[in-house]
């Protein structure tokens, strides 16, 4: 297909053609001459574009590339990046910190490297004025990275949490015990002390909000700095669990009361299939049959309260399971008690918002493994009891 912008040219081009020619020799030779001068003027020209456009290339070639410095830095600094940073935030952080020149420069070093989005948030020692593709291979080594996980398990009670703390940071141990004295200043929202069933919350005690997971504090941390954050992490995973409306809409029960179901299902649970069934166990002891829980894991906890270690069911006093100075027995008194024993684990607080459906009032664990018989009768409480001695569980 012919453009009709071609046809245009042409047409302009017969237009300009001269009808008549003078066809004399000096004529000839004369255009001859002009024709070499032109063509020697294009080359000269083209010769002039050429360089110029190569100057005015390299100068807007250098206009556009990010700013950046060269080789692998001077002084040592420390920067802390914010978990689920993106690349550009990175470079901003690095910028800041005058490690690289510009965040252009990081993240085009980031895009260039094969493993340049697997930058990790966290606390890491680097150089300033750093090429930004060697801080983006330094950023990518383990070594610079500023570690310090420390792993608090899922069912671990606050005070067993202070000391794992207290070992991992090198913090006092009286530093955390002091913090946590003000849960709501740790970040705690006080509605989450509400109860509905009439009973007193433990409202000065921060069990129960610990989250149980792997942390890594930023370095320097304070004591109210780091149980802050682990109250974050609880708040953010009941959050996304719908945690407060599930139990509010759909058990009529506090938030707080399924916390501490929560709490004791953790605790009682040989295996985490259990859970959804141990808490069914004790929203109906509580809230149907109004009858003490007589969940042994409450003793334990005034035992732990005291600094004292804690002991198997079937090893238990009457003394120690009746003793009328504990505040969260559930022998002698119908209903939860005074708050949550221990930091329990998500499936704990799912099976606690969403505990499974059925009748049972009792439930023990019937074999080694850790695995649980429920039954709704008394006498079917006691067969499974029998099983459980016969596999070598310590009741009889």
């Known amino acids: 297909m012919i453009d009709e912008l071609d046809l245009a040219f042409d047409e302009q081009a017969e ?47 250098g206009f556009f ?24 935030e990175i470079g901003n952080v690095l910028v800041d910190a005058d490690v690289v020149k510009s965040t252009a420069a990081f993240t085009e070093a980031a895009d260039a490297n ?31 990275r500023v570690v310090s996980g420390i792993l608090i398990p899922p069912g671990k009670t606050a005070r067993q949490t202070f000391e794992l703390l207290a070992k991992g940071t090198g913090i006092p141990l009286a530093d955390f015990q002091a913090a946590a004295k003000d849960p709501k200043a740790l970040g705690v929202p006080a509605f989450w002390y509400n109860r509905r069933d009439g009973k007193k919350a433990a409202t000065t005690s921060i ?74 166990v004790a929203y109906n002891r509580a809230y149907k049959a109004k ?9 334990n906890y005034w035992l732990d309260l005291q600094e004292k270690d804690g002991k198997h069911s079937g090893k238990m006093t009457d003394a120690e399971l009746q003793d009328p100075k504990n505040p969260y027995t559930t022998e002698l008194r119908v209903g939860l008690p005074l708050g949550p024993i221990n ?17 049972w ?16 009768t008394n006498e079917e409480h006691n067969a499974n009891v029998q099983k459980a001695c016969k596999n070598g569980i310590p009741l009889c």
Request: glycine content about 10%.
């Open 15 to 61: 237009k300009g053609r001269p009808r008549h020619r003078r066809g004399s020799r000096g004529a000839k030779g004369g255009g001859k001459g002009k024709s070499a001068v032109a063509f020697l003027m294009v080359f000269i020209l083209l010769g002039v574009l050429g360089v110029g456009g190569y100057l005015g290339y390299s100068k807007i070639k």
């Open 65 to 88: 590339t990010a700013a950046d410095y060269d080789g692998p830095g001077t002084d040592p600094v420390q920067v802390e990046i914010a978990k689920d940073s993106s690349l550009t």
């Open 114 to 144: 094969p493993k340049g989005k697997n930058i990790q948030s966290g606390t890491y020692n680097l150089r300033k004025q750093m090429a930004a593709a060697q801080a983006v291979a330094l950023m990518l080594d383990p070594k610079s």
């Open 207 to 280: 069990e129960g909000f610990l989250f149980p997971d792997t942390y890594e504090f930023p370095p320097k941390s304070t004591a109210e700095e780091i149980l802050g954050i682990m109250v974050q992490k609880f708040l953010a995973v009941t959050g996304e669990l719908g945690f407060v409306d599930k139990v509010q809409n759909n058990l009529s029960v506090s938030p707080y009361e399924a916390l501490i179901v929560a709490s004791l299902s953790q605790a009682e649970a040989g295996i985490a299939a259990d859970l959804p069934k141990i808490a069914r």
């Open 291 to 299: 009858m003490p829980l007589q969940f042994d894991v409450t003793t």
């Open 343 to 359: 930091s329990p684990s998500e499936a704990a607080l799912k099976a606690a918002e969403a505990p499974t459906a059925g009748p």
């Open 361 to 376: 009032l009792f439930f023990v664990a019937v074999d080694k493994s850790g695995r649980s018989a429920f039954a709704t």
